[in-house]
């Protein structure tokens, strides 16, 4: 179990090719029959891309896929004079009004595409060349699978700046089923046939890299003002969806006010009491602690240790840890045991794997290496430095305590990397 979401290991199932988890447990995974052809359509949504839209482009074309579809919900840059230049390639150029919502944008894709397989990507993404030569047989032997039509399969998605692997997106699924997307923005795909009615998620060996979160392009796009926008919506028209606060802490809680803040918490943990009937596979519960994670950075960088300490009572261990060792080394108070401690739970698989701020630990690399420095020298720091994967984030950069607080004299930067 990890953070609320089951995952089984596959990988010792002879018969589940292609198959790496099951993010959902819901429904076993059987095979029955042959493998049965039909259409696979990769759908694009796209708004002002000309950075990246041809790159996405050319990860796609040429490889004998049935329709490729861009639709464009009004560009005002060369994105659609790029689209139009893949025609010859089978590429078609769809143009949309922006309905303030991705959810209708995307049902809207499902049903002009109407059958077969679809494959969403975003215009900042991009297969890698084996996923690419591999998707077609993948999804044909996928189709295998019974109870396909309420399944929908998540590729890895590679953030490749930030090195983040995201499992758990649910990207692919049968056009022709009962499945259709909700919610404004960060949607997610729903069984339409019943009321809150999640899809069975299954994670498959596709990759898909990503770089539509560097700073540059979410300050050029202006993305954490319009999620925000859209949030304010979701919530508005879904308030006890979970889903909506947790987006809502996670995106803006540098822009939040202090009691803003507070009360956005305190409501999400309020949900965690109520029934779930929103059709998404993650529960209040696991929302609500993955919210505290970005909300402890905030209140921290605010000096509210108190409220801090609180919310701690319900994150991960791992995760608790880390917020008092920041407390601990902005304070200056720090000894040899405290090392000790970071690298007895940085030892710790099952520990670290239950984090929601870092499963692969790299923000416990940071402070090690802070302490390292701190409690021995920057030499041995260094050393550490060097087998780490850098972490970035309120407090550290490259893993590094931030500039000019390193000895723990002024308040942290909000800056985010």
Not at 249 to 257: E, K, S, W, Y
Not at 377 to 384: G, H, K, N, S, V
């Amino acid at each position: 179990m990890w953070s609320g979401v089951e995952y089984e290991d596959l990988s010792s199932v002879r018969s589940t090719e292609w198959i790496t988890r099951r993010v959902t447990p819901s429904v076993p995974v059987k095979f029955a029959g042959e493998e049965q052809p039909c259409p696979v359509s990769i759908v694009i949504l796209a708004k002002d891309e000309e950075r990246c839209i041809a790159r996405c482009l050319d990860s796609v074309v040429d490889l004998g896929l049935d329709n490729i579809l861009v639709l464009d919900t009004g560009s005002t840059d060369d994105t659609p004079r790029i689209v139009e230049r893949y025609r010859d390639h089978g590429v078609r150029l769809i143009r949309t009004p922006w309905t303030r919502s991705f959810a209708r944008t995307r049902n809207q894709a499902i049903d002009a595409v109407g059958e077969g397989w679809i494959v969403f990507l975003d215009a900042d993404e991009w297969l890698t060349e084996r996923s690419a030569r591999n998707l077609r047989p993948c999804l044909m032997y996928l189709s295998r699978l019974e109870g396909l039509r309420r399944m929908a399969f998540a590729p890895e998605i590679i953030d490749v700046d930030r090195n983040v692997h995201t499992t758990d997106l649910p990207r692919i699924f049968r056009a022709d089923s009962a499945i259709r997307y909700r919610g404004e923005v960060h949607e997610y795909p729903v069984i339409a046939e019943g009321p809150g009615t999640p899809v069975d998620v299954i994670g498959i060996d596709i990759q898909v890299n990503h770089d539509g979160y560097t700073r540059s392009v979410v300050i050029s796009k202006d993305k954490r003002r319009r999620n925000l926008d859209l949030l304010e919506t979701a919530r508005a028209n879904d308030p006890g969806n979970p889903r909506w606060w947790y987006f809502s802490i996670r995106d803006g809680h540098v822009t939040l006010d202090h009691a803003e803040l507070i009360s956005m918490c305190d409501t999400l943990k309020e949900l965690t009491d109520k029934p779930a009937r929103h059709g998404d596979h993650r529960g209040a519960r696991d929302y609500y602690r993955r919210a505290l994670a970005p909300a402890c950075q905030r209140l921290a960088a605010m000096r509210d240790w108190t409220n801090v300490s609180r919310y701690c009572e319900d994150l991960p261990r791992v995760d608790a840890y880390y917020f008092r060792a920041i407390r601990e080394l902005l304070s200056g108070a720090v000894t040899e045991s405290d090392l000790l401690e970071a690298v007895r739970l940085r030892r710790d698989d099952e520990m670290t794997a239950d984090s929601v701020v870092e499963p692969s630990a790299r923000h416990l690399d940071a402070i090690i290496i802070a302490l390292l420095e701190r409690v021995r020298d920057r030499a041995e720091a260094d050393r550490y430095l060097e087998f780490c994967s850098l972490w970035t984030d309120s407090f550290f950069e490259d893993s590094r305590l931030r500039e000019p607080y390193r000895q723990g004299r002024v308040q942290p930067s909000l800056r985010r990397g």
